[in-house]
Every structure is written in C-alpha cells, then in structure tokens.
C-alpha cells in the first residue's frame, strides 16, 4: 500500500523560502508521475510542480521563477525547494502519486484526480 507523507510547511513572510519534503513508501509503478498541488481556502485545487520517473519536471507558470522539484529515489523523498514566496502562494499543500502516467508530468500537473494523496501540510506567507 502506498503512503506519502508530506513534511517542511509552516510560516514565512514574502520572500520568504520553505523546503516540502514527502516521503513516499510502497510500490508507486514503472511509470509514475510525482508531484504537489495546492488548495487555497474558496480556491480550487491546482497542480505546483510535477516530475516523472525519468526525472522530467514541469512547473504552473505562477511558481516557475521560485520553486524547484526533484526527487531522491535512493531515499524515496520527492522534494519542493520554495524560493521568493509571495502571500499568494499561501495554500495546503499536497503531494501525490500516479502509477501511470500516460503523457508526462506536464500532463500530470493538469489533473484533479490521483491515485494516491498525502495528508496536506500548511504553507502560509504573510507580507
């Protein structure tokens, strides 16, 4: 059974930085597809960063100056460096899982569904 299990949110001011780590336990798939989403509180969820298993990222165009997301497969850890944080990135954070990812993590980034799900972890940027 697959588990993830989100760490590293918390408080900061804009320009602020915070590292989310999510450590990810049982077999995913060959194929997969890792990534984080965010929901803002009245806000719909959205795709933040995603990454295949081939180590291909893509980012939603708010975050590309700022946030970079790579993964530890000898650790099985997914991480997401925050750089420059802005209030507007203020959100739960989610990382998540799918087993097959069919056309990359571009892909992946415009979903609403997954597979798997972690439990969230609150980032918050006052300014």
């Known amino acids: 059974q697959v588990q993830l299990v989100e760490s590293g949110g918390g408080s900061v001011q804009s320009g602020g930085s915070l590292r989310l780590s999510c450590a990810a336990s049982g077999y995913i798939g060959s194929s997969y597809c890792m990534g984080w989403f965010r929901q803002a509180p009245g806000?719909?969820?959205?795709?933040?960063?995603?990454i295949d298993s081939?180590?291909?990222?893509?980012?939603?165009?708010?975050?590309?100056?700022?946030?970079?997301?790579?993964?530890?497969?000898?650790?099985?850890?997914?991480?997401?460096?925050?750089?420059?944080?802005?209030?507007?990135?203020?959100?739960?954070?989610?990382?998540?899982?799918?087993?097959?990812?069919l056309y990359g993590s571009s892909w992946f980034l415009s979903l609403t569904w997954s597979n798997y799900w972690g439990q969230g972890t609150q980032v918050t940027v006052s300014s």
């Open 54 to 101: 081939d180590g291909r990222p893509s980012y939603a165009d708010s975050v590309k100056s700022g946030f970079t997301i790579s993964q530890d497969n000898a650790k099985n850890t997914l991480v997401l460096q925050m750089n420059r944080l802005k209030p507007d990135d203020t959100a739960m954070y989610y990382c998540a899982a799918v087993s097959q990812c």
């Open 43 to 50: 806000k719909a969820r959205e795709g933040v960063a995603t």
